[in-house]
């Protein structure tokens, strides 16, 4: 079975400043891996994903992430944060076959700016 | 394109009333639909999820069931609300057949048990 550990409960960095967000997943073939940002009260947005190729995938408000399948890592980047982007992230990892796909979340880390 | 609905968006019920949250996915077919709950400060756990007309799994022993009626609806039910089904609760859909995985999920409900 498949998990993920999102070893940072709660980040706090300065306006402008870059982010990362670690994420290591457990898995025995190669995984699909999303990330997820979730504001308060609302359910939860992808901002990128990883299914094969490039180990280096773009996603949505300027966020990338970058696979790295001898550390089991898919850490979340941004080089400078907005104060927008004060939110809860969560990684994820996804198996499945024979139509259904179950996708594993990790608890969550809550970003917060500081201006 | 493709959007998820949840309703109510909000609820409060006493313990021991009945609960039923709904769940509607518009521009699919044929979608993979999933319940799940969020307690404050922890991750998504899965409850439930379909992958067609009146086919339910469930992932944990709780007080809550699931139903499918029609292909693009998904409703999740208690008959008797405990103090612990607080929380909130995300309907997602993903659509396999279309080579598509990632999940997209709804507003969400928050329900308070009192």
């Known amino acids: 079975a498949q998990s993920v550990t999102q070893p940072d409960i709660h980040i706090t960095v300065s306006e402008g400043a870059s982010l990362e967000l670690r994420c290591n997943y457990s898995?025995?073939?190669?995984?699909?891996l999303f990330w997820y940002v979730q504001s308060p009260g609302q359910g939860l947005q992808l901002l990128l994903k990883?299914?094969?190729?490039?180990?280096l995938v773009q996603g949505i408000k300027g966020f990338e992430a970058e696979f790295k399948r001898s550390q089991s890592s898919f850490n979340l980047r941004k080089p400078s944060v907005h104060w927008s982007d004060a939110a809860e992230y969560f990684c994820?990892?996804?198996?499945?076959?024979?139509?259904?796909?179950?996708?594993?979340f990790g608890t969550g880390t809550k970003l917060q700016v500081i201006p | 394109s493709q959007t998820i609905h949840q309703w109510p968006a909000t609820l409060v019920q006493p313990v021991g009333s009945p609960l039923s949250l709904e769940c509607t996915v518009e521009?699919?077919?044929?979608?993979?639909l999933y319940w799940y709950r969020q307690a404050a400060g922890r991750g998504l756990q899965l409850l439930f999820y379909s992958v067609g007309i009146g086919q339910i799994s469930s992932e944990v022993p709780q007080n809550l069931s699931a139903s499918r009626p029609q292909d693009r609806q998904f409703i999740l039910s208690s008959k008797k609300l405990l103090l612990s089904d607080s929380g909130f609760y995300l309907c997602?859909?993903?659509?396999?057949?279309?080579?598509?995985?990632?999940?997209?999920f709804g507003p969400g409900t928050r329900l308070t048990v009192t």
């Open positions: 898995y025995g073939a190669t995984p699909y």
């Open positions: 997602a859909w993903t659509n396999l057949g279309g080579g598509i995985y990632e999940q997209y």
């Open positions: 990883y299914f094969s190729g490039d180990t």
């Open positions: 994820a990892v996804g198996a499945g076959s024979g139509g259904y796909q179950k996708v594993t």
């Open positions: 521009g699919t077919s044929n979608p993979n």
